[in-house]
């Protein structure tokens, strides 16, 4: 007699009862309901399954960049899983062209019946904000109360719970605090970068006075600028005058981190720079995509409420306006950008150095 061999069925895998049941308009029942609800909540179904894949990534990331190294093979997961979140944020952005199908007036249908419900009240969408970084005193808040009073027990627990608890930008700046490159024997990379700039500052001052193709004016115009920045370079190499930047809330990233990402940035070719430097570039892509998203949000609220007051209470446009720039996270890695010289200009790393950022083997 044979055992009866088990086997899980697609339908019981994946849950479609309940995930295909789970569609209930508040509009009417069947034919009564207004048609475009279905929609409506679909989409919004469809995101919440995909910030749970999102929150699946980031504590997998967090948890990794919580140990005291992080090996070549854990970073090149990372970016990866970093990258995965940038490829959902692409989805996530796209949709809103389905929601958009929906017309202003289809949509006033059934609008009545959703307030006080609203996207500000999505927990998880809350969990991955705070999760990167976005913690309470860096909010654009509305109302006058904070956003977790949106949750009740358990869930407001959580989420304060992880306000107390060190996020992605947190992590990633010990991370790049870690990094042991500034200075390495004779290779001091704050002083080199220092003499580097003021050299090529020097060479175009020189060749703006040498030059007989300008007019007296025009060259005095352009000395000037050049001199700014020589002095807002002088600035950002102080260490001092950056712990005052970030007193005022001009910069939040440690000067160690931001010098330490200055040097993957002007490096990244060198072998061992080349998945930090990945890491970085991933992070600025997933602020740009978060904005996009919110932006996108924004114009479609725009389309089809104009003015109105969003059903949670908010501003509607002008809340979600004000959070596509102050909601950023990773500005200060996309900021490193200004401090960019040219390759010609780049102080040249020693030998030794060179052996440390590469794959050097001996014999």
Not at 65 to 79: A, G, M, P, Q
Request: hydrophobic share 35%; charged share 25%.
């Amino acid at each position: 007699m044979s055992e009866k061999s088990s086997s899980i069925h697609y339908i019981n895998y994946l849950d479609l009862d309940k995930i295909l049941n789970a569609q209930n308009t508040v509009s009417g029942k069947g034919n009564a309901a207004a048609h475009e609800e279905m929609l409506f909540i679909i989409i919004h179904q469809t995101y919440e399954l995909w910030f749970k894949q999102i929150i699946h990534e980031l504590e997998s990331i967090i948890s990794m960049f919580k140990t005291d190294t992080i090996d070549e093979s854990s970073l090149s997961t990372v970016v990866k899983r970093v990258s995965r979140i940038n490829t959902i944020m692409d989805t996530l952005i796209n949709q809103i062209e389905i929601l958009e199908t929906m017309t202003a007036i289809e949509f006033l249908d059934f609008r009545n019946h959703l307030s006080p419900a609203s996207g500000f009240q999505s927990h998880q969408f809350r969990k991955i904000e705070v999760m990167t970084g976005l913690k309470i005193k860096n909010r654009h808040e509305f109302g006058g109360c904070p956003y977790h009073d949106q949750f009740e027990n358990n869930k407001k627990s959580e989420i304060l719970n992880l306000e107390k608890n060190e996020s992605l930008f947190d992590l990633l700046e010990k991370w790049l605090e870690r990094i042991p490159f500034l200075k390495i024997n004779e290779f001091d990379f704050i002083q080199k970068y220092d003499e580097a700039v003021n050299k090529m500052i020097g060479k175009e001052i020189q060749s703006l006075e040498s030059s007989k193709h300008i007019e007296d004016k025009e060259r005095e115009i352009r000395i000037k600028m050049i001199n700014e920045n020589r002095k807002y370079f002088s600035q950002i190499l102080n260490e001092e005058n950056h712990k005052i930047a970030i007193k005022n809330g001009e910069t939040s990233l440690s000067y160690k981190a931001t010098m330490s990402a200055l040097l993957i940035n002007l490096y990244h070719e060198e072998p061992i720079l080349h998945m930090p430097y990945k890491l970085i570039q991933k992070l600025i892509e997933f602020d740009h995509k978060i904005a996009t998203w919110r932006f996108r949000h924004m114009q479609m609220v725009e389309k089809m409420l104009g003015k109105k007051v969003g059903t949670g209470g908010s501003s509607g446009q002008g809340y979600l306006k004000n959070t596509v720039e102050k909601h950023k996270i990773f500005t200060d890695l996309c900021n490193i950008s200004t401090l960019l010289i040219s390759k010609t200009h780049l102080p040249e790393l020693s030998e030794s150095l060179k052996q440390s950022l590469g794959f050097h083997y001996t014999k």
